[in-house]
């Protein structure tokens, strides 16, 4: 069945690094109103925006004290109605995060329930007794104990993030209800949907003791809390009160679902509309491995990437994407250093935008920008960034070698203000920004490449092509055939629809490559100025392209 989201193209805004307007260093909405033209400019239609919500911001907004009010540091609940309306007459719907597998530990709903940790207000928290220390040896996913104790009592309350993130339980249906009737107000202000933070994780299995920990004492308790078996009634209770009543988009944060069972929680009546493809999320190029065997990395990704294709095909559409404000930004993760450039950064574009699927942006990607390396670990403000250090400590590694891996991997990499202009601060702000903007800001900006042959200009160029009349519909339902796989180093498939069949092809080494490919084909996008057809083609290093075959 179609839906209106299969035509989505997706943006996300971190907020707090986007667009600053009243000098206190912290980007806001009035910000992103700012900008909604830049953003129709780029051709997107579905805008999602990680939290905005009232918090202490301990997670950057990820731990909500309020799910009714906006933060005072964004603005007001009138400025995200302004921003819904704005966005809406542009033909760009609005996502907001929805955290509800916890909440702050400053939310009403926890302070009640530390001020009487066995009472009826309690239950809304996954709360136990101790003996001589927590309730079990669960690691937090953010590292140490996943239980703090309640003061002046043997009872733990379980947090599966930091301690200041308390997990719900959603075994109380009353809680349930409370968590419904807040998505439905939401619904109700004309959000296109929800981006669900964390929703793997909201049922826990308790029969689980004590397990063999590591030398920290503790252990990874995953197959206890994530995807646990019962999450379904949870997960289509939820739809069934909130989503489904409003034909809304829904992207899950859920990464571990079983091939056969993906129909069920993606397809027509799944409990939601998608779910980010997270496949690449473990690959990082290695400069030594790279030295050692250049293609190995690109094989490998190929491999999955194309596997991960055939078998979502005919249950649903993952969402695409190779940013977040959780990964180090796509350059420095997929490219090896010294061929990290325009022409690879298109190459990038290339490769993702057109598998079947949502594909997403993320603020900063369509202007190319890059990692920041610190010089001190004080420099980070990420409790998770500073926990892998710690563990990086703990394991041995000298201080010297923590830095350069959390450098290398920590996900704040990706949280630098949005480099706006050449100017002080690089347009974010005014003011002092909450986390120091990258210095190539002067080489890299949206200003600069506005005019001309930019980056930019290319990511509108991929847009418009994803969103053009006479290709929308290959792009969206057409099958996807990987082509020339025994090629290292290349990466290619056709997109083929009873009209239609398109090429994608990118040449991922530095050496020029041939392929067998001999009619001309009409030019729908390249990274390159030319294209050298004739009896075959012959790719430039890093070349990508896009063909359309005539039939
Ligand atoms: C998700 C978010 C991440 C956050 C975590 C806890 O993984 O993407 O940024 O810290 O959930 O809410
Ligand atoms: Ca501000």
């Known amino acids: 069945m179609k839906k209106w989201w299969h035509e989505a193209i997706g943006y996300q805004i971190y907020p707090k690094s986007f667009q600053d307007t009243n000098g206190d260093g912290i980007g806001d909405l009035r910000g992103i109103i700012q900008h909604l ?26 731990d909500i004290s309020d799910y009714y009010q906006v933060d005072p540091v964004f603005g007001s609940n009138e400025d995200l ?8 007459s542009r033909g760009i719907k609005i996502l907001l995060d929805l955290v509800i597998n916890h909440t702050s530990d400053q939310h009403p709903w926890f302070q009640e329930a530390l001020s009487d940790p066995t009472g009826p207000a309690a239950q809304r928290y996954i709360i136990r007794h101790g003996q001589d220390g927590p309730p079990n040896n669960w690691r937090s996913i953010f590292g140490g104990s996943a239980w703090t104790r309640i003061p002046e009592t043997d009872l733990y309350y379980l947090h599966l993030f930091t301690k200041n993130q308390p997990d719900l339980n959603w075994e109380n249906p009353t809680l349930r209800q409370e968590l419904y009737g807040m998505v439905r107000y939401w619904l109700d202000q004309g959000l296109g949907g929800f981006r669900i933070d964390a929703i793997s994780h909201i049922k826990k299995d308790w029969q689980y003791e004590n397990m063999p920990p590591d030398s920290d004492g503790l252990v990874n308790g995953f197959e206890y809390f994530r995807n646990v078996a019962g999450i379904e009634a949870f997960l289509d209770e939820l739809a069934e009160n909130t989503f489904r009543l409003y034909d809304s ?8 679902i079983q091939q056969e069972r993906l129909a069920e929680f993606i397809g027509d009546q ?17 400069q030594e491995r790279y030295a050692k065997d250049p293609l190995g990395f690109v094989e490998e990704l190929k491999e999955e990437l194309f596997q991960r294709q055939a078998y979502v095909a005919d249950q649903g559409f993952m969402t695409n994407f190779i940013e977040n404000h959780d990964k180090i930004r796509s350059p420095g993760k997929f490219i090896p250093k010294a061929y990290i450039n325009e022409y690879s950064k298109r190459l990038l574009a290339v490769c993702y935008f057109f598998l079947r699927g949502i594909p997403v942006i993320y603020q900063g990607q369509e202007i190319g920008m890059e990692d920041y390396p610190k010089e001190s670990i004080h420099d980070y403000l990420d409790l998770a960034t500073h926990n892998m250090y710690q563990e990086f400590l703990d394991k041995g590694m000298s201080a010297e070698d923590a830095l350069f891996w959390v450098n290398l991997e920590c996900r704040e990499n990706s949280r630098t203000p949005m480099q706006w202009d050449a100017t002080e601060q690089a ?9 120091a903007v990258n210095p190539n800001y002067l080489e890299i900006s949206y200003a600069q490449q506005r005019k001309g042959n930019s980056l930019l200009a290319f990511y509108k160029k991929v ?14 339902y057409g099958q996807l055939i990987p082509q020339f796989e025994e090629v290292k180093g290349c990466i290619a498939y056709t997109r083929e629809s009873e009209a239609q069949r398109l090429w994608v092809i990118a040449n991922c080494t530095p050496q020029e490559m041939r392929l ?15 294209l050298d057809q004739g009896t075959e083609l012959r790719l430039r290093p890093g070349q990508a392209i896009v063909l359309e075959e005539e039939r």
């Open 37 to 62: 033209d830049d953003l129709v400019d780029l051709g997107i239609n579905v805008l999602w925006l990680s939290p905005i919500n009232q918090s202490p911001m301990v997670d950057h907004g990820y």
């Open 81 to 88: 109605q302004e921003l819904i309306q704005q966005a809406d």
């Open 249 to 256: 988009f829904t992207i899950a944060e859920m990464d571990d």
């Open 270 to 286: 799944g409990y939601f509309s998608t779910v980010f493809d997270f496949f690449h999320t473990k690959f990082y190029i290695r």
């Open 427 to 435: 347009g974010f702000t005014t003011g002092e920004p909450w986390f």
């Open 463 to 476: 847009v418009a092509l994803r969103k053009n009349e006479q290709y929308r519909e290959t792009w969206i």
């Open 516 to 530: 067998p490919l001999s009619a001309p084909r009409v030019v729908l996008l390249n990274n390159y100025e030319q």
